[in-house]
């Protein structure tokens, strides 16, 4: 794809999904694009590897949050499970001025990120390899962030160990989920509240060019996660709450 082209399709595509940004960052999304495929010609990153569909089901599903809300300047924000950035890396281009940490397991996409870092030449983005459970028992970042974001990473069940602990008492966790939204909410809304959190609304994003139901799940936390959650790493996918 020709990068004119690149240009006007992501435009339309914020247009229809009814968002305004001063200024598209297109010259950053589009070395971001032609990393993710030629790193992913090496190795493993995602198996979405064609122009259309990064923009479609990377770069404009990430942004869906903005069709429910925004950042201050200095909000800390996590994104648990990331892969190869998504939803932080896209946030973090359109809204700069946020400190992001990126966190995965799997080392070769963190390496990726790393690469991706210097590439764009962003600021205040620090990219950890790790696990949810490991690292939310560390005191520099349990309930420290204002945000925490987690796409395609497991169940809500599951997944609300793996993030309500990031985020500090009246902070939000927003968590991007598909058409099984509704039935994972009925299986984990106990679990968030055992965690400490509270569903406030689950938000339907509009997605004009994605077939598909899409969903983010707004939780907030009213009061501090018990200690011991999370449990050790692997038990929360072993015996969800
Ligand atoms: N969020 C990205 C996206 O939407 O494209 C990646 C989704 S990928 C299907 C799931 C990612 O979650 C993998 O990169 C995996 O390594 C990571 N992951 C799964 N469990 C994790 C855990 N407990 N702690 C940290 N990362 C985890």
Redesign the pocket.
Known sequence: MKKSIFKEKMTKGITDMGLEFTNIPVDRLWVYTNLLISENKKYNL?AIVDYEEIINK?FLDSLGFFQLGSFRNEDYVI?????????GMVIKIFFPQISLVL????KK?VRFLQLLIEHLQVDNVEVIH????DLADKSSYRERFDFVF?????PLNILAE?TLPFARVKGQVQL?KGPDCQQEIEEGAGAVMTLGGIINNVKKIKIPSLTGERYIINIEKRKKTPVKYPRR?GI??KRPL
């Open positions: 995602t990377h994104d648990v499970g990331t892969g190869p950035g998504f939803p966190l995965d397991a799997n996409k790790g696990r949810a459970e987690s796409r395609a990473v497991a793996y991007y790493a929360p996918k």
